[in-house]
């Protein structure tokens, strides 16, 4: 998960300010500006499943279905030689999920 920050114009208090704009593997997945703290959640979900399917396209069938089942729980128990960095793959699974629960 990147977090990078832009002067973005916010679209609740319609100000110009800096916004924390937080990626989940190349997608923006949130939007927080820094002026008066509204949070956008962007449902990245559908885009970066496919991504994340050709990020670990050796992986069998098997584990595309728990990553759809559960995927914190997947990504603590992927190999780490599968994931160069395992922290920040469960970090990314964190935020996509929860930008798909707030559908
Ligand atoms: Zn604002």
């Known amino acids: ?5 832009s002067f973005l114009r916010c679209t609740a208090c319609d100000q110009e300010a800096e916004h924390v704009v937080v990626y989940a593997g190349r997608f923006v997945s949130q939007i927080q500006c820094t002026g008066c703290g509204a949070v ?31 995927p914190g729980e997947l990504a603590s128990s992927l190999p780490k030689s599968t ?21």
């Open 40 to 70: 956008t959640r962007l449902d990245v979900s559908e885009a970066y499943l496919p991504d994340l399917r050709q990020r670990i396209s050796s992986k069998p069938r098997r584990l595309m279905r728990r990553l759809r089942r559960d």
């Open 83 to 103: 994931l160069s960095k395992p922290g920040r793959m469960a970090e990314e699974f964190r935020t996509v999920w929860r930008s798909r629960r707030g559908r």
């Open 1 to 5: 998960m990147n977090v990078e920050e």
